[in-house]
């Protein structure tokens, strides 16, 4: 059932606060009907001229009849108004707290995810369930809420109009059940269908817009802004006209609800008189079920709607149900490891590594170690397995087989320990859209930045003179992704990002491909002489560069 999915997604504490919701609503029943019970000795006096065995139950007398009852039912009233104001804010405090748990929960999952598993998804599909589909469980679970709600609300009615006119009541919920239930049955499987479809194709939707914005150049070079359109307006077409269909069957309801009571109260009214029943019974039986007609049709209508809503929403939970599973497997996958003490300045052992990229073999029976300050260059042609042995030496892949060695101690005995002390710069690098400061600390808190030491970061990289010449500080900002600096300027920063954290051991894929060899080949010198760092390894194409290595692996 989607609502024990939804419950196991839940935290310990929210499963609490669950359990208390739907306590309140027994209350709020109690109130609600109440509410209208207090209405049918009301209705009696003004048909009939006289109270009814309801109000000698409370002692009124016939002349104080109208004022008892307006006291009672405005104090019932207002504790109901109280309770519900009460319980909206409750409820609605505790549909924001779900939806920043599970928006922070899948994010730190997918973000505990191997490296390897985690290329393998989609960006759309992670934005999606971290910022939509979340969200979404929180207001399919408010709909769990509404629904239960409307339903007791209505069966507490229901059985006081029981005890009130048992045959009258049971006919009329006999056909108002026989329809709705039809109504449903008819329409499910359509709902389904389109919450399918919604999901589906606003993902692709999605998926879409990033590949047009990040391959933006190309689009306009080539002269391709119609394929990208043409392919989001399909989808996005889809997912809306989805949504549309879902409006409108939910528009239909109430409309069909309408009708459907319309005519049951004038076939009871007419069967009435045709039967010579008194006028005056007639009108006090009609008012007492027009009035408890009133709170039930807008109920039967939610409850219809809500259901509605719920068979929709089945993919939404499906989905992030799936996604949990997924982890809880790969946290039991996981085993903890054993904290393990590296000495950065040991030998870094590759020692038989093979990988395979599917049935592909990328790297086979690969031996070699790095030594305390070395500089160790990877050579290879594209495709040659340069990039992947780098992901292996960081620990972001498992070799097949063989082992990667800190001295004796392999680094998959306690990987967390192990990448502390790596310092890694691709040839993309990523900027935010911030400052040149904040793209070097990255996550540091204001409080913590040591000024000197970024300063001597981009001194080390040849920025801070560059910088002065060019009008750019600390306090520039490079625009998304570094668009308002050059290319050698943006992996230059990603560099001395690498170097602010004090690596032990320093990844350098094909970071200075941007950047002049001789201005590579001053800051390789500057980062060999930094006595912290043990050891380098460099991937370039240049051969000027891979020259000041120490050695150099070639890569077939």
Not at 3 to 20: G, N, P
Not at 59 to 82: A, R, V
Not at 99 to 112: E, M, W
Request: overall charge positive; glycine content about 4%.
């Amino acid at each position: 059932m989607t609502l024990i999915k939804i419950y196991e997604l839940l935290s310990t504490q929210l499963k609490k606060k669950f359990f208390f919701i739907f306590l309140s609503l027994f209350a709020i029943t109690i109130l609600e009907t109440l509410n209208i019970g207090i209405l049918i000795p009301f209705l009696n006096y003004v048909a009939l001229g006289e109270s009814t065995s309801f109000s000698e139950y409370f002692n009124f007398e016939s002349d104080k009849f109208l004022i008892n009852f307006l006291i009672i039912f405005f104090i019932i009233f207002l504790l109901k108004s109280l309770f519900l104001t009460i319980f909206q804010w409750i409820n609605l405090k505790f549909q924001a707290q779900i939806k920043i748990y599970l928006g922070n929960y899948f994010l730190n999952q997918y973000l505990n995810l191997k490296y390897i598993d985690f290329i393998k998804i989609n960006s759309s599909k992670l934005i999606r369930v971290i910022v939509n589909e979340t969200s979404n469980v929180s207001g399919i679970l408010n709909n769990y809420v509404n629904l239960i709600l409307e339903l007791m609300v209505t069966s507490g009615i229901l059985v006081l109009l029981l005890f009130y006119d048992f045959k009258t009541t049971t006919i009329i919920f006999l056909i108002l059940l026989f329809f709705a239930v039809f109504y449903f049955f008819v329409v499910k499987t359509r709902l389904k269908n389109f919450g399918g479809v919604e999901l589906k194709n606003s993902m692709s939707a999605l998926k879409g817009l990033q590949e047009c914005f990040n391959s933006f150049k190309n689009v306009k070079l080539q002269s391709n802004q119609i394929l990208f359109t043409n392919k989001y307006l399909k989808h996005n077409t889809l997912a809306i006209n989805s949504l549309r269909n879902l409006s409108f069957i939910q528009s239909l309801t109430r409309i069909f609800l309408e009708v459907l009571i319309l005519l049951i109260i004038v076939f009871s009214i007419i069967i009435l008189l045709n039967k010579n029943f008194e006028t005056s019974f007639i009108i006090s039986k009609s008012l007492i079920f027009m009035a408890a007609a009133l709170r039930i049709l807008p109920s039967i209508n939610r409850i219809l709607n809500y259901l509605q809503k719920l068979k929709y929403s089945d993919k939404t939970v499906d989905l992030i149900k799936e996604e949990q599973t997924k982890f809880l497997a790969n946290r039991k996958s996981n085993k903890l490891e054993d904290k393990k003490f590296f000495v950065s300045s040991d030998d870094l052992i590759i020692e038989n590594i093979n990988f395979f990229y599917g049935e592909k073999q990328i790297i086979k029976n690969l031996n070699f170690k790095i030594e305390k300050k070395q500089i160790i260059g990877l050579r290879g042609v594209s495709g040659s397995g340069k990039s992947t042995l780098a992901d292996l030496i960081c620990g972001l892949l498992d070799p097949l087989n063989g082992k990667i060695k800190l001295g004796n101690i392999s680094i998959h005995d306690d990987v967390n320990s192990y990448q502390k002390m790596i310092g890694y710069v691709s040839q993309n690098v990523y900027l935010m859209d911030d400052t040149i400061l904040n793209n070097i600390v990255f996550t540091e808190l204001k409080n913590k930045i040591d000024h000197d030491y970024v300063a001597e970061c981009l001194d080390l990289v040849g920025l801070k003179k560059n910088s002065e010449q060019n009008n750019l500080s600390e306090d520039t900002i490079v625009g998304e992704n570094g668009v308002s600096i050059s290319g050698g300027q943006k992996q230059r920063i990603g560099i001395a990002r690498a170097l602010y954290l004090k690596p032990k051991i320093l990844i350098l894929d094909e970071s200075f491909s941007s950047i002049e060899e001789d201005l590579a080949l001053e800051i390789l010198i500057k980062i060999r002489n930094i006595s912290s760092l043990d050891k380098t390894v460099l991937i370039s194409h240049s051969s000027k560069i891979l020259k000041s290595c120490d050695k150099v692996i070639d890569l077939q």
